[in-house]
């Protein structure tokens, strides 16, 4: 019998992750992304230490999620003995990268995995209306603050087995994206830095690795959120008939942070169910 793909039985050794502190960044909608992976780690053993901002997604066409609502359900994850620690943190900030890994390591000790899941959305456009300003407030979210929450978390690291780094990116090298310039920019820098940092990451016994979820609908393309011809274009361009959904980058992420994921360095890997451009 095939497995489903919504399982939450228990991962093999491999992908095992008991013992070990995992931070998670943009956890703040139960349908989100963030939301998604950190379910997968705490299923697998992990603690966590999850980032949120509610603030934004305020601002945002799909609202604010219930915070503590979502932190109970995150909870109730949980394996036996593990511990969930969460934090408010705008990571526009100059040095939210820094202290959103003293803040987590304040709260649960030694870090094994990063996950830097957040993003900026809102306030881009084609090349004609970039300014500095727009330009600068997405790079300072999506790869500023990812940069410097990584060089605070390998300090940090002691070197023990374990210590990885997951980057999110976008289909910006597969495909042209023209009305989110700033957007695109600030995510072609993470998919650009990889091998380098990665190179630099794995003498000190963390392995990096960068994810493109492709579309994934956590709530935009929904038929009250989006145009019927915008939801029917996006839908055609899927040769499975589905949208990607946050579970869908979630499993692969867990198996790159896992034991399992080991032998994976460098890599910028998409995930996107054969999403056609």
């Not at 959103?100 to 870090?111: D, K, S, T, W, Y």
């Not at 070197?159 to 990116?169: E, H, Q, S, Y």
Request: proline letters at 5%; a negative charge.
């Amino acid at each position: 019998m095939g497995h489903d793909r919504h399982s939450t039985a228990a991962p093999d050794r491999g992908e095992s992750l008991h013992g070990r502190v995992a931070v998670v960044t943009g956890v703040s909608r139960r349908r989100g992304i963030g939301f998604a992976v950190a379910s997968r780690l705490a299923r697998a053993g992990a603690s966590l230490v999850v980032q949120h901002w509610a603030p934004h997604d305020a601002e945002q066409p799909w609202g604010a999620d219930d915070v503590d609502a979502l932190l109970g359900e995150l909870e109730a994850h949980l394996a036996p003995g593990a511990r969930l620690a969460a934090t408010s943190l705008d990571l526009a900030a100059p040095t939210a990268g820094e202290e959103l890994v003293e803040r987590a390591g304040a709260a649960l000790g030694h870090l094994d995995v990063l996950v830097c899941n957040h993003a900026r959305s809102g306030g881009d456009g084609r090349l004609a209306a970039q300014t500095a300003a727009t330009l600068d407030a997405h790079w300072a979210v999506n790869a500023r603050a990812t940069l410097l929450a990584t060089k605070a978390f390998a300090a940090q690291h002691d070197g023990r087995p374990g210590g990885r780094v997951v980057w999110m990116t976008s289909g910006q090298l597969a495909g042209p994206m023209p009305d989110e310039i700033a957007y695109a920019a600030s995510k072609a820098v993470l998919a650009g830095l990889t091998p380098s940092v990665a190179d630099d990451l794995v003498d000190r016994g963390i392995l990096l690795n960068t994810v493109n979820p492709g579309p994934v609908n956590t709530g935009y393309l929904d038929a009250d959120a989006a145009p019927a011809e915008v939801v029917e274009a996006v839908l055609a361009h899927f040769p499975g008939g589905r949208f990607g959904e946050p579970d869908d980058p979630a499993r692969l992420i867990a198996w790159l942070v896992s034991d399992a994921g080991r032998w994976v360095v460098g890599q910028v890997l998409s995930t996107e169910g054969g999403f056609r451009r």
